[in-house]
């Protein structure tokens, strides 16, 4: 493996584009290749990027030889037939979430990674407030847990910045739930188990995109965990998730901000250290790379779990 590592990215979208900024200045990644099928988009980027290889065609980076990793960050129904040849040509794989949408495509991508080093892009997989609730509950200070709720409320869907990416409004591969609550059924499948589904449902607006409403309760072995969500709600968008517990519950809002309760009030947690971000998530890619095995890069399995819960309500 060569040092810094010789990355190419899939897809510049509001993702691709954010990760390759971090990425140019990566200590442990050098920036090769970046694709894109949008013509203009790829211009645009290379007048700023002039030391990368800007192109159209996938093939430039997926099973390139010049290419050690590779960031796919293409809509999911897409990402098998980019991660698998990829895998199987020795790269190594950070891919965005959801992994897949289809089972079938899904199972091609863990068989591929068996083995390999391959992440999954969950934004909540390495921040600060996951690791402090993690160890909570590990050292009993949470008590037994009883439940959790995740609320989300958009004013518009798709969010501004992925206005662009008519996939993301779209019934197909698109959708809050997939795109949203994926990080939080994560989150709630690392620290409680993995989710089934008992009893969920969507609701659509009449333009045939994707869903205006959910509602779900899952288990996590015995704790019951429930989703509300809604689109073209007045108000700024909430992100929340909740962990109630006899001894203290915690509620973290807006991706970052932890709150606990020990009786009627919450009060705000005061995190230190790094507190999660795409250049962290880079850092334990590398190390994945390398060969170790950091427990804050999400791996395809847990994607897998995260995918079967959330297609549950899309059946």
């Known amino acids: 493996m060569t040092t810094p590592i010789r990355l190419g990215i899939v897809g510049l979208g509001a993702m691709g584009r954010h990760l390759l900024t971090e990425a140019l200045s990566h200590p442990d990644f050098t920036v090769t290749h970046a694709v894109d099928l949008a013509p203009a988009t790829v211009a645009a980027l290379q007048a700023d990027h002039p030391d990368v290889s800007l192109s159209t065609s996938t093939a430039d980076v997926i099973a390139a030889g010049d290419v050690d990793a590779v960031y796919v960050a293409t809509p999911p129904a897409t990402h098998a037939a980019l991660v698998v040849p990829a895998l199987e040509a020795?790269?190594?794989?950070?891919?965005?979430?959801?992994?897949?949408?289809?089972?079938?495509?899904?199972?091609?991508?863990?068989?591929?990674?068996?083995?390999?080093?391959?992440?999954?892009?969950?934004?909540?997989?390495?921040?600060?407030?996951?690791?402090?609730?993690?160890?909570?509950?590990?050292?009993?200070?949470?008590?037994?847990?009883?439940?959790?709720?995740?609320?989300?409320?958009?004013?518009?869907?798709?969010?501004?910045?992925?206005?662009?990416?008519?996939?993301?409004?779209?019934?197909?591969?698109?959708?809050?739930?997939?795109?949203?609550?994926?990080?939080?059924?994560?989150?709630?499948?690392?620290?409680?188990?993995?989710?089934?589904?008992?009893?969920?449902?969507?609701?659509?607006?009449?333009?045939?995109?994707?869903?205006?409403?959910?509602?779900?309760?899952?288990?996590?072995?015995?704790?019951?965990?429930?989703?509300?969500?809604?689109?073209?709600?007045?108000?700024?968008?909430?992100?929340?998730?909740?962990?109630?517990?006899?001894?203290?519950?915690?509620?973290?809002?807006?991706?970052?901000?932890?709150?606990?309760?020990?009786?009627?009030?919450?009060?705000p947690v005061e995190l230190t250290g790094e507190l999660g971000s795409e250049a962290t998530r880079l850092t334990l890619f590398a190390q994945a790379i390398r060969g170790e095995h950091p427990r804050d890069l999400a791996d395809f399995a847990a994607a897998e779990r995260v995918r079967q819960v959330v297609e549950a309500f899309h059946l």
Request: net charge negative; with cysteine.
């Open 90 to 267: 020795g790269q190594a794989v950070f891919c965005e979430k959801p992994l897949a949408v289809s089972a079938a495509d899904a199972a091609a991508m863990l068989e591929a990674a068996a083995g390999k080093a391959a992440g999954v892009n969950f934004s909540l997989s390495d921040r600060q407030s996951t690791r402090y609730v993690e160890q909570a509950i590990a050292d009993g200070r949470v008590g037994d847990v009883l439940g959790v709720e995740v609320r989300l409320a958009f004013p518009v869907w798709p969010r501004g910045f992925q206005a662009e990416a008519t996939w993301v409004g779209g019934r197909e591969q698109g959708g809050f739930v997939r795109e949203v609550f994926s990080h939080f059924a994560y989150l709630t499948d690392r620290l409680l188990g993995q989710l089934s589904a008992v009893y969920v449902e969507l609701g659509y607006r009449d333009d045939g995109l994707s869903e205006t409403s959910a509602y779900g309760l899952m288990k996590a072995g015995e704790i019951p965990v429930q989703l509300s969500g809604v689109v073209g709600a007045a108000g700024p968008e909430t992100y929340e998730w909740i962990l109630r517990g006899t001894k203290q519950s915690y509620k973290l809002t807006a991706w970052r901000d932890l709150f606990v309760a020990e009786g009627n009030e919450w009060r």
